[in-house]
């Protein structure tokens, strides 16, 4: 089974009905298996920060949401994971590419991503990095704990994760 | 009009619809006007009033309204694509068009300028775009509750303030009561 499905079936079978995405090159494979589910109301947003605000609405209209987002959006959405996600004590799990690690091709995502688990970690926010295949068996368990704590998660997933970047 | 007058004259229409308010003043007004469970007052995070409210349509059938302003739509003008994208009948941004920043002192926005977002919203592919002036947005807004059609009103208003004071219920407190109020 490839690892896409894999996580949206996870997310499929804790609810997750309401999925806001921006893309990153990594995460092509996961947004299209998104796109492909009926259960999953998919609805692209412009910038994260809006998407964050999508995913409060559904889930105050009974939905579970979730984000799939690049690291380099934690830039964007400190104010609103602070003012909406966190303060009104909303769950949120974001799958997130960790790009700028090991094998990254492109010098300027390094710049984000030595600033991400420490921007995450000040921000308290519950952060799990997936490095190999075999660390997405905790998403299960992820998502429950995300749905229980109300809380927003970060779920990391580096390029060693996706199996590198391909040809380049 | 200014925002608090227009607030005050649709309370009534608003008291039975799911409202979500935008950051600041707009908020603080609603609150102290006509404070409903049905009511969800944004504290902070400037912007999302107009996502907030769009996600929830598209989560459950009860009619949404999305109160917002120019300056909040001009700094989150991704959302009017998503909009118009994603059409929820059930949701409604009235965007009350001052022209200014208003809760931060009446700065200028680009909106009271060259800049309409009427046309900007017709030109992101929203189908249902009606602008009014301020003494009509009462008429206008039951007019689209019901058509029964997703819409996007631009209320044009004076810009000005009144003295009221700031909102100190706990935000999981107004979440909880709002969560409630929905499910209901
Ligand atoms: C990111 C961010 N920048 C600036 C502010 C300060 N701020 C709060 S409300 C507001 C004005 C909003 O203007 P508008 O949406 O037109 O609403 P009005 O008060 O005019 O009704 C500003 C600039 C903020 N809260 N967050
Ligand atoms: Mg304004």
């Given at each position: 089974?490839?690892?896409?499905?894999k996580?949206v079936d996870d997310?499929?079978?804790?609810d997750v009905?309401?999925?806001?995405?921006?893309?990153?090159k990594?995460?092509?494979?996961?947004?299209?298996e998104v796109?492909?589910?009926e259960?999953?109301?998919?609805?692209?947003?412009n910038?994260?920060?809006?998407?964050m605000?999508?995913c409060?609405?559904?889930?105050?209209g009974?939905?579970?949401?979730?984000i799939?987002?690049?690291?380099?959006?934690i830039?964007v959405?400190i104010?609103?994971l602070?003012?909406?996600?966190?303060?009104?004590?909303?769950?949120l799990?974001?799958?997130i590419?960790y790009r700028?690690?090991?094998?990254?091709?492109?010098?300027?995502?390094?710049?984000?991503?030595?600033?991400t688990?420490?921007?995450?970690n000040?921000?308290?926010?519950?952060?799990?990095h997936?490095?190999k295949e075999a660390?997405?068996?905790?998403?299960?368990?992820?998502?429950?704990y995300?749905?229980m704590?109300n809380?927003?998660?970060a779920?990391?997933?580096?390029a060693?994760?996706?199996g590198?970047?391909?040809?380049q | 009009?200014?925002?608090s007058?227009?607030?005050r004259?649709i309370?009534?229409?608003?008291?039975?619809?799911l409202?979500?308010?935008?950051?600041?003043?707009p908020s603080?007004?609603?609150?102290?006007?006509?404070?409903?469970?049905t009511?969800?007052y944004?504290?902070?995070?400037?912007g999302?009033?107009s996502?907030?409210g769009?996600?929830?349509?598209?989560s459950q059938d009860?009619t949404?309204i999305s109160?917002?302003?120019?300056?909040s739509?001009?700094?989150?003008?991704?959302?009017?694509p998503?909009?118009a994208n994603?059409?929820a009948d059930?949701?409604?941004?009235?965007i009350?068009?001052?022209g200014?920043?208003?809760?931060?002192?009446?700065?200028?926005?680009?909106?009271?300028m060259?800049?309409?977002?009427?046309?900007?919203?017709?030109?992101?592919?929203?189908?249902?775009?009606?602008?009014?002036?301020?003494v009509d947005?009462?008429?206008?807004?039951q007019?689209a509750?019901d058509s029964?059609k997703?819409?996007?009103i631009?209320?044009k208003c004076?810009s000005?303030?009144?003295k009221?004071p700031?909102?100190?219920k706990?935000?999981?407190?107004?979440?909880?009561?709002?969560?409630t109020?929905?499910?209901?």
């Open positions: 089974m490839s690892i896409s499905k996580i997310l499929v079978a804790n009905s309401f999925i806001t995405t921006v893309p990153c990594q995460l092509a494979g996961v947004i299209e796109e492909e589910r259960e999953i109301f998919h609805i692209p947003a910038k994260e920060d809006e998407g605000g999508l409060a609405g559904a889930w105050m009974g939905k579970r949401p979730a799939i987002m690049q690291n380099t959006a830039g959405t104010n609103t602070a003012t909406l996600t966190q303060f009104y004590r909303m769950p799990p974001m799958l590419s700028g690690e090991l094998r990254e091709p492109v010098a300027c995502q390094v710049e984000m991503a030595v600033h688990k420490a921007l995450l000040q921000l308290n926010i519950p952060t799990y997936f490095h660390d997405a068996d905790e998403l299960d368990a992820i998502l429950k995300t749905f704590c809380k927003p998660v779920i990391l997933t580096d060693s994760f996706w590198g970047y391909g040809d | 009009m200014i925002r007058e227009i607030l004259e309370a009534p229409i608003l008291r039975d619809q409202v979500v308010c935008n950051i600041g003043l603080q007004e609603l609150h102290m006007i006509d404070d409903q469970p009511n969800f944004m504290l902070g995070t400037m999302l009033s996502s907030i769009l996600g929830l349509a598209l009860k949404v109160i917002d302003g120019d300056g739509v001009l700094t989150n003008l991704g959302t009017l998503t909009i994603n059409v059930n949701y409604i941004l009235l009350i068009d001052n200014s920043y208003g809760s931060t002192g009446d700065q200028p926005t680009y909106a009271g060259k800049t309409s977002l009427t046309a900007v919203a017709k030109a992101c592919g929203c189908e249902n775009v009606v602008e009014c002036q301020d947005t009462g008429k206008v807004l007019a509750l029964k997703m819409t996007i631009v209320s004076d000005g303030n009144i009221l700031v909102i100190t706990d935000p999981v407190v107004i979440r909880d009561r709002f969560m109020a929905v499910a209901s």
